[in-house]
């Protein structure tokens, strides 16, 4: 699904190496967790592999195409053809109703049948509310709900959890676990919480812009499982 | 210092409107005051001419430094709030260690230093061009009326306004700074809740996007409708004035109108973008292509423009209707005033070409608002 390739990324003239010569390899349908204390590069390589952003050097080939060969124009028509985000600070636009921040994924993949992803997110009875009015749980769901209206291939999230409490937290990763056990979409989280990829099927962990390992786990565990 | 001197003079578009307030209520209000020297010495014919000429002094500095200072104000509150909004984490952080909101609010007297710099320039033309108008204004068989240097009119156009606005800058943010703390640590807007009610209609997500986008910053739309208002008024009005009166004032009309307008469409726009940046953002992650995002930016503010260069040409219209036929009225030198179709037509051609071309470049700059205003790099 995607295959990265000795990528390497340096920020602020070379000060900052966040990516040296990672290589990378993701199973179609499988649940990767990429761990690593704050510094050690995840973002950037999820970032690379979404193409989101370029990489100095190395290449990336995901659903078929080397988005290391890509335009700008390319890359925007690839996020909208496989991709789907959540970010940590949900991002969600203020002035629009839960309803209509999910259209904005719905639109692009002219879904119609939208309002499935907002109940099966649970929010079924807010669709006309206004983020300002949700709790912060309730508007990473919205996001989740968003991203998957566009109906994805591949599903990115970094740290879905990173500004939710634990039960909260608990929830909207039991939430996207059921989804995609539904969907069998690709998914890749970022996450610095170790207890979270237990319920990954590999975990890679990052350390100064390298893998240091990857992890094969048979046994993932359910969200009310795992430690926090 | 809380807030940087430089913050305080980068507030172009309240230079540029006190420039231009200052610069025409300078050279009206001194002829003005030098006219009033010469009053009773005037008498017979040249009493109607000469009461017609004070009379369209006053007229001009009342509307356009009363608009003009009206419209300062509001920039200025405008600008005020952007910065507290984009610096609420920082204001926060300083009431959080203890500082009064008194002590932070004092200094905002450096937002007074923009309409320093713009009523010190206007000051300074007003009087380069001075002896060009007393020239223009310049009535046969009358006693010449020499120029005076005035002092009150310095302290009433540049010294007063600065303080003024100062006092204001530091009122107006003492009362935008009685927020939560700890929700101004948190970054200030993320609390912030919409005033919009949801609507129930059915639309694309593109239009809802333009709907937000215009109701949640409504100064933006009134600051759009306001530029091509002065562009369509004035411009009108300087190329009717060419042929009535004369062609240094119809100029000078003509180019403060071009001038007021483009930077108060440009600080518009800016501010629309840099308010929705993290949307673009979104829109970009998620594959929008560049021009539905720009579509979903820009376009909602094409009716209000529409709207405004229609008042603009309304306005003057009726303004040099009650000029020539009320105040000129008796002078039987001044020609009649008729509404000039073709400078429509020439203002209409060259506003939807500046207008489509400040759009380009603004479609532009919103695909270069980078992905990485939500991302986080490490």
């Known amino acids: ?228 | 210092m809380v807030i940087g001197i430089k913050n305080g003079i980068k507030l172009f578009g309240i230079s540029v409107v006190c420039f231009c307030a200052v610069f025409v209520c300078t050279f009206f209000l001194n002829y003005y005051m030098d006219a009033l020297a010469i009053d009773k010495a005037v008498s017979g014919d040249l009493r109607t001419l000469y009461d017609a000429n004070i009379t369209s002094a006053k007229f001009t500095c009342a509307i356009t430094g009363g608009v003009l200072c009206l419209i300062a104000v509001v920039m200025t509150v405008f600008y005020i709030k952007l910065f507290i909004d984009g610096n609420a984490k920082r204001f926060g952080i300083l009431k959080a260690m203890g500082y009064s909101d008194n002590k932070i609010s004092l200094s905002f007297w450096v937002f007074g230093l923009s309409t320093f710099i713009g009523a010190a320039v206007g000051y300074g033309a007003g009087h380069a061009i001075m002896p060009l108008i007393y020239r223009e204004m310049t009535i046969d068989g009358m006693p010449a009326i020499t120029i005076s240097y005035h002092v009150e009119l310095l302290v009433a156009l540049v010294i007063a306004p600065t303080i003024l606005f100062s006092a204001f800058a530091c009122l107006y943010a003492k009362l935008s700074l009685r927020r939560n703390v700890v929700s101004m640590i948190k970054g200030g807007k993320a609390t912030a809740k919409s005033k919009l009610r949801p609507s129930s209609k059915q639309r694309p997500f593109l239009v809802e996007m333009c709907l937000s986008t215009l109701a949640g910053k409504k100064s933006v739309v009134f600051f759009v409708a306001f530029a091509c208002f002065c562009y369509s008024a004035m411009l009108q009005m300087g190329l009717t004035m060419s042929d009535l009166s004369s062609v240094i004032m119809g100029v000078m009309i003509l180019v403060i109108g071009a001038v007021l307008g483009v930077t108060a469409l440009f600080m518009a726009i800016t501010t629309a973008i840099n308010a929705n940046k993290s949307s673009i953002a979104v829109m970009k992650a998620f594959g929008y292509s560049a021009k539905e995002r720009a579509v979903a930016l820009l376009a909602g503010y094409v009716p209000f423009a529409i709207l405004g260069f229609a008042l603009g040409t309304v306005y003057q219209h009726v303004l040099m209707t009650v000029m020539v036929n009320v105040v000129f009225a008796d002078v039987k030198s001044v020609a009649t005033y008729r509404f000039g179709i073709g400078y429509f037509f020439i203002t209409l051609g060259t506003f939807v070409m500046l207008y489509a071309c400040a759009m380009a470049v603004y479609a532009v700059r919103i695909n270069k608002v980078p992905i990485k205003e939500i991302m986080s790099n490490e």
């Open chain 1, 1 to 228: 699904m995607i295959t990265a390739t000795d990528l390497c990324k340096e920020f602020n003239g070379g000060a900052v190496k966040a990516l040296r010569g990672v290589s990378l390899n993701i199973e179609r349908g499988s649940f990767v967790a990429i761990i690593g204390a704050s510094g050690s590069g995840k973002s950037t390589l999820m970032n690379v592999m979404s193409g989101l952003e370029r990489a100095d050097s190395g290449s990336v080939v995901a659903c078929g195409q080397d988005l290391s060969a890509m335009t700008d124009k390319q890359l925007t028509e690839f996020r909208r053809e496989y991709v789907g985000f959540v970010f940590q600070q949900y991002y969600l636009l203020p002035h629009l109703s839960v309803e209509k921040n999910v259209r904005l994924g719905a639109d692009l993949a002219g879904n119609k049948d939208y309002i499935r992803e907002i109940e099966a997110v649970g929010l079924v009875d807010k669709l006309k509310a206004m983020p300002s009015a949700l709790s912060g749980g309730e508007q990473q769901r919205v996001c989740i709900a968003r991203a998957l209206a566009k109906k994805p291939q591949i599903l990115f999230l970094d740290e879905p959890t990173g500004a939710l409490d634990e039960s909260t937290g608990r929830s909207v990763l039991d939430y996207i676990a059921k989804l995609k056990a539904e969907r069998g979409f690709t998914m890749v989280m970022v996450t610095h919480n170790r207890n979270i990829a237990d319920m990954a099927n590999t975990v890679v962990e990052m350390n100064s812009g390298k893998i240091v390992s990857v992890t094969d786990n048979p046994a993932p565990k359910s969200a009310y499982e795992i430690g926090w």
